[in-house]
């Protein structure tokens, strides 16, 4: 996939404006809105079982994301993401934390099961989790397991039928059969919470203005990627608040020349 592509599919979501639908956790809403709204695409967060339908239907995508999963929210999941399915609305979904606690896999799971889902990602730990392959985790980070994540991408994806991406320093995007890794990002995102969550997010918003899924999903990663190397690099020294903020400053102005000087994709 070129630059061009890239640059060409991150102009769309600024011109288009997609209408995000997030079901998600209670730490990352509000940054999650900031950060759909500073890239250009349109953020709203709808809960209510008696609303959810009518939302996810007129949404670009709906981003599903178990960080802080309780009952009513499963049973809105599941709503919202039936009516995205017989309208057409690609799911992006976040297994925070599956293989945490058996409520969450056993969610993640059945939310794959009853729905079908256009794009899943997460960590290794997740993802394994989420197809029920061995792997550690604990809390909402990533465990020490040390298995391919290559491999477990494409198992993931095979077993499926859709779209994986498992990030981490490098991350992994696989349609089954075609796989990139896309080595843009900073460790520095690693000290600000939500900065997964945003990013499955913002991953909705490029599944939205474009149809081939690989190709949004590496758009989306590189862009994410390109945008935080840059915020790191302003703040210098200064530490993970101010961080938090210049990444929101990046993602409104990231630009083709960036992503044309910076972006490091490798097709496998
Ligand atoms: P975890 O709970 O394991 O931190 P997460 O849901 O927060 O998972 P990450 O894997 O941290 O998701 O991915 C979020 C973003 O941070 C991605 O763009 C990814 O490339 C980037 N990232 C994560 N770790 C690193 C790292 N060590 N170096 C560079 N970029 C990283
Ligand atoms: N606890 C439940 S959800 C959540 C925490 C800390 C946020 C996780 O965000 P991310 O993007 O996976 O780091
Ligand atoms: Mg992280
Ligand atoms: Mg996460």
Redesign the pocket.
Known sequence: MSNEQIESTLEKVRQQNPLVHNIT?V??TNFTANGLLALGASPVMAYAREEVADMAKIAGALVLNI??LTQAEIEAMLIAGKSANEHGVPIIFDP??AGATPFRTKTARRIVEELSISILRGNAAEIANVIGEEWTIKG?DAGEGTGNTIELAQTAARKLNITVIITGKDDVVTDGQNTYIVHNGHSILTKV?????LLSSVIGAFAAVEKDLLHATVAALTTYGVAAEIAANQIEEAGPGSFQIEFLNQLSKVSSEDIRELGKITQL
């Open positions: 956790n730490v990352v960080g802080t925070v934390g909402v919470t939500g900065t997964g969550c």
